[in-house]
């Protein structure tokens, strides 16, 4: 939902405001980055291989939980380099093709590995 009294971005970028009718089960989701199940980095200097893999990885979570990604209502994605956006931005539109869920988006000086290029945190309403 994007009322006309804020700015609308489009639909093709986000959501201003998803709306959940209560009671219902409220995933947080830790950030997740391109690390694998055994440990591994994944895509060391790709910036597109590693938001697949978080995705994959919140994907992963979600199904475990009895969730997919169309109960995610809201992203917080952590940019090491903010240039990367056009990239995430398409993997978004892959994976949310029908609303894309709320978003915040900023760029930091570091993640908590130097490997790491992005880190992406969920939210899912069950």
Do not use: H
């Amino acid at each position: 939902m994007s009322p006309k009294t804020v700015w609308d971005p489009g639909a093709q970028l986000l959501s201003q405001c998803i709306v959940v009718a209560n009671p219902a089960r409220t995933l947080y989701l830790s950030g997740q980055t391109a690390i694998t199940a055994d440990g591994q980095f994944e895509g060391v200097g790709d910036v597109e291989a590693q938001i697949r893999l978080s995705f994959e990885n919140i994907r992963l979570i979600l199904d475990a939980a009895g969730g997919t990604l169309d109960n995610v209502v809201k992203l917080t994605v952590y940019f090491v380099n903010l240039g990367d956006l056009d990239t995430y931005t398409g993997i978004l539109g892959e994976l949310f093709p029908r609303i894309r869920p709320a978003q915040t988006v900023v760029e930091v000086s570091r993640l908590a590995m130097d490997e790491l290029l992005i880190e992406i945190d969920a939210t899912a309403v069950l």
